[in-house]
């Protein structure tokens, strides 16, 4: 049974895609390569849930992929 929330859960969504965006603004591919990195790891613990990490995992995979 599917745990991920994949519908939109901020208030304002934009926002939030500005807020990621800003961050890597000037940072060189390899420095924000590290910023996203370290982002992942934050927010999958805070996740803290295996399954849920995994499933989004393969749907980010599948994104990538075109399907």
């Given at each position: 049974?599917p ?49 849920v ?15």
């Amino acid at each position: 049974m599917p745990k991920l929330v994949t519908a939109a859960q901020f208030a304002d969504p934009d926002a939030a895609y500005r807020a990621l965006a800003d961050a890597r603004r000037n940072l060189s591919d390899a420095a924000a390569a590290e910023l996203d990195a370290r982002l992942v790891l934050i927010l999958a613990n805070h996740i803290g849930d295996l399954d849920v990490v995994r499933e989004a995992i393969v749907l980010a995979k599948a994104s990538r992929d075109g399907r």
